[in-house]
């Protein structure tokens, strides 16, 4: 397996651009979760879908940013204008859910993405 | 509410002596706990995972860690460090019921020649 998959890995843009992060989870997965990772802050939970609907975007800072996940393969999160302050780390990681797991006792575990690390100046 | 704590940022050793990383755990049910690993400019990746089937856990890289309900801990340890794990590691712990995670502050962990 491939892995979780994210592009661009690296992205530099202007304040004020849209920018759109895109991340292809590991097939046959249920759930996809968007991570930001700062040195201030560490990592935090962004918003997580459970087979493609949404489930929990109470971390999503502002309006500014949206997440779509359109099928099973496929997630972008996006950030329309974006700022400084946004300069971060993005990781996609997806898991299986705890029914779909043949032990009794369900492992949750989530495989990371590479991340995409987005710069705006 | 589950949530895990993690003291101090930065974790010193030299090449050959024991790591230790600590994790303390709250959790008002048995918890689901894990530990991950980031290498510099990479994603996080499993070290090992806690699910009660036994209290030592044994993981990747000669990383294990020891489940300890009445310290409420999981903290990682290796016997013998290597350069090469150098980098910073987290742990979480399972938050509801939807897979959710909530990760620790993470540690870095340096490692002398």
């Known amino acids: 397996d491939a892995g979780v998959i994210q592009s661009p890995r690296h992205e530099v843009t202007e304040m004020g651009q849209e920018v759109t992060l895109r991340c292809k989870p590991i097939?046959?997965?249920?759930?996809l979760f968007w991570y930001r990772q700062t040195m201030m802050r560490g990592l935090e939970l962004l918003i997580y879908?459970?087979?493609?609907?949404?489930?929990?975007d109470s971390g999503m800072p502002e309006d500014r940013f949206s997440a779509k996940m359109p099928n099973a393969s496929f997630s972008t999160l996006k950030i329309q204008p974006s700022e400084p302050r946004d300069s971060a780390v993005y990781f996609c990681?997806?898991?299986?859910?705890?029914?779909?797991?043949?032990?009794?006792?369900?492992?949750?575990?989530?495989?990371f993405g590479p991340g995409t690390r987005l710069t705006v100046t | 509410a589950q949530s895990v704590t993690q003291l101090g940022s930065h974790v010193s050793v030299s090449e050959g002596a024991l790591v230790l990383l600590r994790c303390n755990y709250s959790?008002?049910?048995?918890?689901?706990l894990f530990w991950y690993v980031q290498y510099p400019n990479q994603g996080l990746q499993l070290l090992l995972k806690?699910?009660?089937?036994?209290?030592l856990v044994k993981g990747i890289n000669g990383f294990e860690a020891e489940f300890k309900k009445s310290e409420t801990s999981f903290h990682l340890t290796k016997p013998s460090a290597h350069m090469s794990d150098a980098a910073e590691y987290f742990c979480?712990?399972?938050?509801?019921?939807?897979?959710?995670?909530?990760f620790g502050k993470g540690i870095t962990l340096s490692v002398r020649p």
């Open positions: 990681a997806s898991s299986l859910a705890a029914h779909r797991l043949d032990s009794k006792r369900p492992a949750y575990e989530q495989y």
């Open positions: 097939s046959g997965h249920d759930y």
């Open positions: 879908f459970n087979n493609n609907v949404p489930i929990d």
């Open positions: 959790s008002s049910v048995p918890p689901y």
């Open positions: 806690y699910t009660s089937a036994a209290t």
């Open positions: 979480a712990v399972v938050t509801g019921a939807n897979s959710k995670l909530t």
